[in-house]
């Protein structure tokens, strides 16, 4: 299984959150898509594209259970959630709902936005280590006032891996009248989606990540009641175009001359990544059981807790780093990750939990992985672990 993926083959890969890998087939398919571009360009853009886009779109709307006509195609998660909080219709005085899970740099858009809009960011601070899902709803709840107009929510978390209970969060955002951004970039790929069913506002997904196309395929899902009033990032030529579709979605077509190719290996990566264990929930059930024993695994040899219930993560689990480790500050954490990566050929992410309280080390799951992998992570910090 291994050998299908482009990765380094002797480096053992336990970072598949950060930038997701592709599988050979993705990426041969992404580099005939840049040769078909490069032998004919202005056929390729003027003809050929956009009805390459429409199939893409198909493919993906069935994959994320949407209608495709609501998904536009934007570079990464990173950027759909700047476009619709950019253009999002706040009054001055306004608040805006945040969590301290979320991913640091949409919390920084958020700030920023907000800031130039005058409105409040209110953070919810969900406690980690947490015991259920319903504290997680109960500290969104807290911060919700008669001025709240808009939260965002991830839907797995980066730095602590949750998934979040996001339909009962919608419906209650919903009940008091607050619009929902769910930072979806790890949902695609990792979890079952029905997106149509969600009730969501905006879902911004990667599809770079856990659905291991190539790099720079992101989405926006925007529910219909919104298409009337948003754009793409970029404002171009769909302008004029003769086309029922809503602007954000040709605007996501066509933000210029750019680089299609990551958006045109999605129907390849759905399929690829399929075929190997027959079907998405397999694949789901290889990743999520692989990850729940890696992470008995670790927490027996390196005698540390599980910050969560195992049933509320996906392919990827934070544990706390073994003590003496585990107070570490960002540039001691760095070094230690040089080491597992020079000494031991482990990539691993190390960082802070939430509210910079302990430091931790976030393990992943994906088709090639095997327990074997964690077993190496456990004998490498073994090894550099002080001893008594
Ligand atoms: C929760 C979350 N949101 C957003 C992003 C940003 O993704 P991208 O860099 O592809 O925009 C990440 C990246 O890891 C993430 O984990």
Known sequence: MRAQFQLQQDVTFLNHGSYGACLHDVTEHQIEMIRSLERQPVKFFNKFLLPMLEDVRQVLGDFLGCSPSSLGFVRNATSGINSILRQYPFDKGDEMVVTNHGYRACAYASSAVCKDKGVAVKVAEIPFPLEDHHQIIASIQKCFSNKTKLLMVDHVSSPTGLIFPIKEIIDLAHEHQITVIVDGAHGPGMLPLELEGLGVDFYVGNCHKW????????????????????????????????????????????????????????????????????????LREHNSSLVAAATDLLTLQLGVSRLAPQYMFGSMVPLPLPLPFSSLDIAQLGSIKDRLLDEFMIEIPLYLSPNESFSVFRISAQAYNVLEDYKRLAEAFQAILPKA
Not at 257 to 270: C, Q
């Open 211 to 282: 659905l291991a196309a190539a790099k720079s395929s992101g989405f926006i899902f925007m529910d219909k009641r919104h298409h009337c009033h948003f754009r793409g990032e970029v404002i171009s030529h769909a302008q004029d175009w003769d086309s029922t579709a809503p602007f954000f979605q040709r605007d996501g077509d066509w933000p210029g001359t750019w680089d299609p190719s990551p958006v045109l290996t999605i129907p390849t990566a759905i399929s690829s990544m399929r075929s190997l264990f027959g079907s998405w929930d397999a």
